[in-house]
């Protein structure tokens, strides 16, 4: 099952799942209220792993609090989140970089597919260079089957397992922890945070996996949290980890294939909750590329042409007064 990318106001979206004996409901990643983005939930282990970047690194530095940068993109240094997260203030190995105002643009859906106008995908510029690499978005969303690297900031998991009964019989359903015999495993939220890696495998990244969590529509790429036969690294997101990043290896390249948006959890699942068998979601930037493209390509405004302009305005108004004056 996979686990989640909680908030404090759990939003059911469009799309429902079943797993085995228990529906899914799907929640949004961030509540209306945002939240900041929690650490990748690891299966294995004491879950305190992956604070580092991997041996094969995909770009760990790159993902912050916020966002994930993507790059100086014509002369503009360019950071892109789930909209419901917003623009903001964004912490990079531990500095922090300022909005520069009126720079978040949201990405839209394409026209005439009966979708919302605004996708759950938001750009936005930051005020100065974080000396990180700039990053490649996939041009195909991963194939079924694949794997990918997810990065996350946030919430770390207590360091054992915890079981519960679910009785699925009554809506919502009623989860009893520690009741026997238990149908249900995962691991509860701590207080804390830790930005960790982890991985997965992509379970369906089909041409109609669109996904509404309350903030509009957006391709999807789905991921399933499995505790047992899972990757080497098998990770999910948990409560807020939006706005991480999606990573997957095209060959000898890292790409960013996603961003981080949203989980389906159980009926009735506890709060602050990961499970085997909850589904994870991260919006296809694939789908969207060329429009992130146009979006980033706008050049930043240099300081030699406007002071032509300026002096270009000052000369045409002399000009005027003074051939005003000779008449």
């Not at 529906?23 to 580092?52: H, K, M, R, Y």
């Not at 360091?159 to 009964?165: A, H």
């Not at 047992?228 to 098998?234: F, L, Q, R, S, Y």
């Not at 409560?239 to 159980?266: H, P, V």
Request: hydrophobic share 35%; aromatic share 8%.
């Amino acid at each position: 099952m996979a686990a989640s990318i909680k908030t404090s106001h759990l939003q059911r979206i469009s799309r429902r799942y079943r797993s085995g004996l228990v529906a899914l409901s799907l929640t949004s990643a961030c509540a209306f209220l945002p939240v900041q983005v929690s650490g990748v939930v690891l299966a294995l282990g004491d879950g305190t792993g992956n604070t580092t970047a991997p041996p094969d690194d995909p770009g760990f530095s790159n993902v912050g609090d916020r966002g994930v940068y993507l790059g100086n993109i014509s002369g503009n240094h360019w950071v892109i989140t789930a909209s419901h997260v917003g623009a903001g203030s964004v912490t990079f190995d531990g500095i922090s970089y300022s909005l520069v105002p009126d720079s978040a643009e949201r990405v839209k859906n394409p026209t005439g597919m009966g979708l919302s106008e605004f996708t759950d995908l938001t750009l936005f510029r930051i005020d100065s260079d974080p000396s990180l690499p700039s990053l490649t978005i996939s041009t195909s969303a991963p194939a079924v089957g694949s794997t990918v690297t997810l990065i996350g900031d946030g919430l770390d998991r207590e360091t054992t397992q915890t079981t519960w009964k679910v009785d699925t019989t009554v809506t919502p359903f009623t989860w009893d922890e520690g009741g026997i015999p238990f149908n249900a495993t995962g691991y509860k939220s701590l207080g804390t945070r830790t930005k960790r890696w982890g991985t997965n495998t992509i379970i369906s990244p089909g041409a109609n996996d669109f996904v509404n969590a309350g903030f509009g529509d957006s391709k999807s790429i789905n991921l399933s949290f499995d505790l047992v036969g899972g990757t080497t690294d098998e990770a999910t997101v948990a409560n807020g980890d939006s706005g991480g990043g999606l990573f997957y290896k095209n060959g000898a390249n890292w790409e960013l294939a996603g961003i981080l948006q949203a989980t389906g959890t159980f009926s009735g699942q506890p709060s602050n909750t990961s499970v085997a068998g909850n589904l994870a979601f991260a919006g296809d930037l694939s789908f969207y590329r060329s429009q992130i493209e146009s979006i980033t390509a706008v050049p930043e405004p240099r300081s030699t042409t406007i002071i032509l302009a300026l002096s270009a305005l000052l000369w045409s108004r002399y000009r005027r007064v003074h051939s005003a004056d000779d008449t």
